[in-house]
């Protein structure tokens, strides 16, 4: 079966619906234990990035705080050289992340259906971007 089959995305979709929408929208890679979106997103393919309150072998948290509220989250992506931008536009110049939150601010996790879950330059959310000063609140 091939990566972007309409079987395996419309198991992305249904975990993210808004992306059924997305003209753009394909599957590139296979999930893999290794690392998740967080590390992806801060250009790590060989490590898992999660919160752990002991250190586990495999897994990396750059800073102390543990939780994954929003203030955490951007602190992680701070250490790597990101800031906040002013608006949600595509922009070629730039490496966007975008933090997906439900209704409550909740970052959604597509395996725990829980808190977290990022995406390179896709429009209409939050952005956190790569050696730009700025802020943007939708």
Known sequence: MS????ENRESIIDL??????????KVTSNQDEKYNCIAWAN???????????????????????????VSTLIKVFQTRGYTICENGDFDPK?????????EKDEFIDSLLNNPIQFKNQK?????VVKDQ??????
């Open 133 to 138: 000063e700025a802020i943007y609140v939708p």
């Open 94 to 102: 730039f490496v966007k992340v975008a933090l997906y939150v439900n």
């Open 3 to 6: 990566l972007n089959s309409a």
């Open 16 to 25: 993210f619906p808004g992306l059924g929408d997305d003209q753009n929208f």
């Open 43 to 69: 250009g790590r393919s060989d490590i898992f990035w999660w919160p752990t309150e002991h250190k586990i072998d495999g897994v990396f948290w750059p800073i102390e705080e543990k939780d994954l509220n």
């Open 123 to 127: 429009l209409d959310i939050d952005w």
